[in-house]
């Protein structure tokens, strides 16, 4: 449990329930790469999630939940899923100017930090609208 924010993770899986839906996995996970990362950078992504979570929460809870099966269960063209629909190349220096293309586990570690970030985000947004009410 989040000692700042006590209730995120129970207004996480209320908003998840709240949802009542079960997204299609591959085109929304191609639809979020697709919104989110093309011409962005990270932090343009994220302020871009932020918004959309005060906008639409239940669009952003989908998301979430989308991107939790990715990775329960990361398809094997991961890496050319991202490269194709979100613009992002990861690339490894292996010595001096060069340069090796990022591996399907480094894509899934990519995937996983914004994902745990993105929820984090979600989490505190979340649990200030609940302060607020109280």
């Not at 979570?53 to 329960?72: F, G, N, Q, S, V």
Request: charged letters at 30%; hydrophobic letters at 35%.
């Amino acid at each position: 449990m989040n000692e700042e924010y006590p209730d995120t993770e129970e207004s996480f899986e209320r908003a998840l329930d709240a949802a009542g839906q079960s997204p299609d996995v591959p085109r929304c996970f191609i639809e979020w790469l697709q919104n989110y990362w093309p011409d962005n950078t990270r932090k343009e992504a994220e302020q871009f999630w932020v918004e959309t979570l005060h906008r639409e929460w239940w669009t952003a809870a989908l998301d979430l939940k989308c991107l939790a099966a990715i990775l329960r269960d990361p398809p094997d063209d991961l890496r050319d899923t991202v490269r194709t629909h979100a613009q992002i190349a990861l690339r490894k220096e292996t010595q001096p100017g060069y340069f090796a293309p990022g591996t399907h586990d480094e894509y899934v570690a990519w995937l996983r930090e914004i994902y745990e970030h993105f929820r984090d985000l979600f989490n505190q947004v979340t649990a200030q609208w609940i302060d607020d009410v109280q």
